[in-house]
Nanobody, 124 residues
């Protein structure tokens, strides 16, 4: 069973940066699309970014384009989300998720495995 563990969250001032990591264990990530999602009590879980298994395609939500960069290192079984120019509205719990068969969407039910999440708080 694939297990995902996120890390790298924390408290940062607006304009700051964080890099989130998503480490997989027990199963290779080589064949999985990785998505990053975030959730707040006020909003449903939303897709932030995704990257295909061989990194040939990436996608970003409009709200983070130009500020976030997704990447992966299959040799380390790890995916990353580099977040810069952070805004208070980026605050939330960030989850990574793995999708075995690429769908090109951010529907949560189309992702097979999820991490436990890491809290990102951006102060103004």
């Amino acid at each position: 069973q694939l297990q995902l563990v996120e890390s790298g969250g924390g408290l940062v001032q607006a304009g700051g940066s964080l890099r989130l990591s998503c480490v997989a264990s027990h199963v290779s990530l080589d064949y999985y699309t990785i998505g990053w999602f975030r959730q707040t009590p006020e909003k449903e879980r939303e897709g932030v970014s995704r990257i295909t298994s061989n990194s040939d395609m990436t996608d970003y939500a409009d709200s983070v384009k130009g500020r976030f960069t997704i990447s992966r290192d299959n040799a380390k079984n790890t995916a990353y989300l580099q977040m810069t120019s952070l805004k208070p509205e980026d605050t939330g719990i960030y989850y990574c998720a793995a999708q075995r068969y690429y769908s090109g969407t951010y529907y949560p039910w189309e992702y097979d495995y999820w991490g436990q999440g890491t809290q990102v708080t951006v102060s103004s």
